[in-house]
């Protein structure tokens, strides 16, 4: 329903500022200093909760609306939002890891980001 393609199109572009995050560190002619907050925005991605939409989706249930997805299996807006909550935070895991990966490939100028790196990683396990 329209519910769903609501949520999925928010976590779409949601993914889409993820994978700009890490293209943002990784990229050869970024400033330095912009590199650590890239990491801490990332960070926050993974162990954060977007109360915005959650609060949208409630509400939506609480109206009562039977929503389907995809031929009419059913599945509720929470469960769904649920799976869109952790596939935006794997996405930025991932970031995270490719981030780390480029500090000892095309980056290994920028070491300085190492523990804001592993500082990330270590609170998303």
């Known amino acids: 329903?329209?519910?769903?393609?609501?949520?999925?199109?928010e976590?779409?572009?949601?993914?889409?500022?993820?994978?700009?995050?890490?293209?943002?560190?990784?990229s050869?002619?970024?400033?330095?200093?912009?590199?650590?907050?890239?990491?801490?925005?990332l960070q926050s991605v993974t162990t954060s909760t977007?109360?915005?939409i959650r609060e949208w989706v409630h509400?939506?249930?609480r109206e009562d609306v039977n929503a389907r997805y995809l031929h009419d299996d059913s599945i509720s807006a929470s469960d769904f939002l649920r799976g869109e909550e952790m596939n935006l935070r794997?996405?930025?895991?991932?970031?995270?890891?490719?981030?780390?990966?480029?500090l000892f490939r095309e980056l290994p100028h920028?070491?300085?980001?190492?523990?804001?790196?592993?500082?990330?990683?270590s609170t998303t396990a």
């Open 110 to 121: 920028i070491h300085e980001a190492l523990p804001d790196i592993l500082k990330a990683i």
């Open 28 to 41: 050869r002619t970024g400033e330095g200093e912009k590199r650590h907050h890239f990491i801490s925005l």
């Open 50 to 52: 977007p109360y915005g």
């Open 11 to 26: 976590f779409l572009l949601r993914r889409y500022a993820v994978k700009m995050l890490g293209m943002l560190f990784r």
């Open 90 to 102: 794997f996405e930025a895991i991932r970031e995270i890891e490719i981030c780390l990966g480029a």
């Open 59 to 61: 509400e939506k249930e």
């Open 1 to 9: 329903g329209e519910s769903f393609d609501i949520i999925e199109n």
